[in-house]
């Protein structure tokens, strides 16, 4: 099915996700409009795009949330329809939103497995949660993702920007995530925790998950990517590989790339080419 | 002599901190602080402080009146209790991130459900406690899924059932017993081996008796210890709170009550059934104020159409004074006994001393303040990187 992609796209068995043709539409809102994308086996896939531009309608429709209005859903090259988040789950396909999933009052330890609690018999007879085992499973996880916890039992609302990100993320990953869709994870923290966020998409990466980075931000994108996606007012403006594009010509592509070439020089005092004629 | 033990005693004193400074100082400083932290941020910590600053006050201003004898023990550890059986419900569902008004109401119609079918319909007093247990019960989920269903404010909600359940109470009993006080329950009970065996009198009546036979208790005239026993009430109490810390700290479930009152869209995205767990928390609720009902019906001998006035205020008090947060998410059921424990002790003790009793709301409400303003400075510590 993939011949007839326009893209150079891999082969199905190759791509872990596929997108065909998906369009979406909320009564007569098009949020999507023929969006094809494939996500190939341990790749970092970015989906770029301004806000409004379908992103997270897009990762609704992945994780099992929406469903598509149009189009076709393909996991591991089987065509596939989820009725809840569950399915997705259930395939592997673990979302990280913005909000992470994490109650700020509850321990680490705790927030690590909530939902999934591992349980002991206690004197033999009645089932208790299993703390310790949660303390050392959250420790040794975080400590995978390069977070030294000073206390698994502390409140996560003691944790900074960087380590919830990571919570989250250790814990998509420990419960099973062949995909991680990670929703703007950068998009709350400062510089230096935004470097630590891109740095664990790489050590996930390198555990052989694939993972979809959606941000507006090219600045994190491009050095983590291996593959980008652009989308635009609800359709796609293709996917492309590093090799073959550059990091200004992603830029370009996303509205306001050319915008912003054109304010700068404006500003620098330089008329830029293709430059909207100056006010008088 | 008495110079010489206190030389000893002195001594010893300084030995132990010596010790108890090595120690602190082999330890490293951050864990050291940390653990200090730890106490500090338990949600108990206010309470246990506040419990031992009662015990103080009234130590001195009513040490001499028999306050603290085993039947002044008795007199306040029984108005606790009862409070207590209520804080514990109420504290689980303010930690869920709910509240139950109707508590009070829950009391009294419960209360009426024991008493009149046994009286007017002649049931047996048993099975008149089985139908109010399940009819509390699902009035409690009643509540809980209205909650659930139609996303209001669970204040709102249950402050219609708090007028709903008084008036129901009255109205009813009015129309089947045209009376607002049902009596006669007391002999009824006595004769119900379950009733009896369960909910009426005090446990350990031949201990008592023996140690007053033994001359370790003091006896009656008649030969009778003049504390018969422990009430059961008191029992009743230690062991929901037992088994409400436990199921709270311990298991899958307390998880989810502490999840669903934190944060109750990331506890749903994660798979915990907030509904589930809510509804049967307003379940349980009505459940203890039903325990409250029985037992009180059961002791007094008759249930009344205003019994458990203002309790639903009193237990929420209890559990804001040990420490559960009126947001959710945050609390402990150890917390809410000892504040249920201040309760009684206040409530009780006044009267041991030379202040008016008038005071006692008064200092109930200065208490309620205090612990609020402290329970929000502990949570913004919790949640403060450290």
Redesign the interface.
Known sequence: MSSGSTMGAPAADEAILALQNVSKFFGTVIALSDVTMRLRRGEVHCLLGDNGAGKSTLIKILSGVHRPSAGDYFVDGRAVRFDSP?NALDLGIATV?Q????????SAA?NF?????P?KK?LGFV???D?DACARVACSELAEMGIGL??P???V????GGERQSLAIARAVHFGARVLILDEPTAALGVKQSAHVLRLIHRVREKGISVIFITHNVQHAYPIGDSFTLLDHGRSLGTFTKATITKDEVLDLMAGGAEMRHLTHALQGEPARGAPPELP | MPGSTAEVRARAAAAQSAAGQQQIRAEPRALRE?RLR?LLNRPEFASMSGTVLVFVIFGFAAGGSGMFNLDGIMNWSQVSAYLGLVAVGACLLMIAGEFDLSIGSMIGFAGMMVAIPTVYFHWPISLAILFAFAGSMALGGVNGYLVMRTRLPSFIVTLAFLFILRGLTLALSILFADRTIVSGLGDLAAQDWIARGLFQGVAFHGLFSWLGQAGLLRTLDDGQPLVPGVPKVLLWWFALAAAGAFVLA???F??WI??AG??A???N????PVRRVKISLFVFSAFCACLYAVLQVCDIGSAAADRGLEKEFEAIIAAVIGGTLLTG??GSVVGACLGALIFGVVQIGIGYTSVPSDWFRVFLGVMLLIAVLFNHYV?RR?????
Do not use: C, I
């Not at chain 1, 909000?99 to 509850?106: R, S, T």
């Not at chain 2, 995205?269 to 915990?272: F, M, S």
């Not at chain 2, 919790?382 to 450290?386: C, I, P, S």
């Open positions: 569950k939103y909000d992470l999933a994490l109650v700020p009052l509850l705790r497995f909530l939902g999934r609690e349980r206690w089932k208790v949660m703390l000073r206390d039992h502390q409140a609302g003691t944790m900074s | 940390s730890r311990k298991t899958r307390g998880n502490f999840a934190g944060d869209v990331a506890a995205h994660v798979g915990v998410g945050y949570r919790a949640l403060q990187a450290a």
